[in-house]
């Protein structure tokens, strides 16, 4: 006797796309989430084993997550270790799910951002302003923003773009807007010199000569007399010639501003100006 039985075996197919351009690339020393497309056809629910490595290197070791048909992708946290050279890499997924094996391969870029100061030292008058130009570039691979800020100073600054787009391999260029304070500090108002530590004013001088005069020509001695003359005289022309004199203004003042960037918790310095602020 022969049995027939019929039977319909369900075939599935799973597979990973590449991640889109704003998630295939990371700066050194950071983590970032990406999104692995699935593409898949009759897929049974079951349980996914997942682990990645960039070029040879073990990135995440193997963990489990419940993959099934209503699963369109996958996310994975991607480090890269700090000292990754720049550049293009290989990104490979090793999955496993019931017992079928797959890796699946896609570039994967390390890349960062710097910049730069057109200038690193201005002079300004108290309350006026100048502007530089920063300038911003990054490595292939790299799209996204980076923030603009300065350090606190007296000084205050602003950007034509607070938050700029970079995109690998292409330059940017912001002005930076300077203005000092209307006030420098320690300056003080400038007024006519002390005359603490003289000792009268001329016109006191005056009368004291003549009095200091008949006392030493009352006692007949005129060595004196001449003596007390000729040192009144001096003092007067001293005093009279530093009356008219007046305060020096304050020497300028100094002010340092840190133009920095940062993006994905990254902070890069593009340099330091030294703001020298006269005061008029």
């Given at each position: ?72 992708t996958l996310m994975q946290q991607v480090a890269v270790p700090p000292g990754t050279p720049l550049g293009q890499h290989q990104l ?106 003289r000792l009268s004013d001329p016109p006191a001088f005056a009368v004291v000569m003549p009095l200091g005069l008949a006392i030493a ?64």
């Amino acid at each position: 006797m022969t049995a027939t039985i019929d039977q319909t075996l369900s075939a599935y197919t799973f597979a990973l796309q590449a991640p889109s351009a704003v998630q295939d690339w990371a700066i050194p020393g950071t983590s970032l989430s990406v999104s692995f497309p699935v593409q898949q056809s009759n897929l049974p629910s079951g349980t996914l084993m997942v682990g990645c490595t960039l070029d040879s290197t073990t990135l995440c070791p193997y963990y489990y997550i419940g993959l099934g048909p209503s699963n369109s992708t996958l996310m994975q946290q991607v480090a890269v270790p700090p000292g990754t050279p720049l550049g293009q890499h290989q990104l490979t997924m090793l999955t496993t799910f019931f017992n079928n094996t797959q890796q699946f391969s896609f570039p994967f870029y390390v890349a960062d951002f710097s910049g730069s100061l057109g200038s690193t030292a201005v002079t300004l008058s108290a309350g006026g302003s100048t502007s530089i130009t920063a300038t911003l570039t990054a490595t292939t691979g790299f799209l996204g923003n980076v923030a603009l800020s300065c350090g606190n100073s007296a000084v205050t600054c602003n950007f034509s773009q607070g938050t700029v787009t970079l995109t690998g391999g292409a330059t940017q260029q912001v002005t930076v807007t300077l203005a000092a304070p209307a006030t420098v500090k320690g300056a003080a108002p400038s007024h006519p010199a002390s005359r603490t530590g003289r000792l009268s004013d001329p016109p006191a001088f005056a009368v004291v000569m003549p009095l200091g005069l008949a006392i030493a020509l009352r006692r007949r001695r005129a060595f004196c007399a001449i003596f007390v003359a000729v040192l009144l005289l001096f003092v007067i022309s001293c005093g009279s010639g530093s009356s008219s004199g007046s305060g020096t203004p304050p020497p300028p003042s100094q002010y340092s501003v840190t133009v920095q960037a940062n993006g994905y918790g990254i902070t890069h310095t593009l340099g330091t100006i030294t703001v020298t602020v006269d005061q008029e």
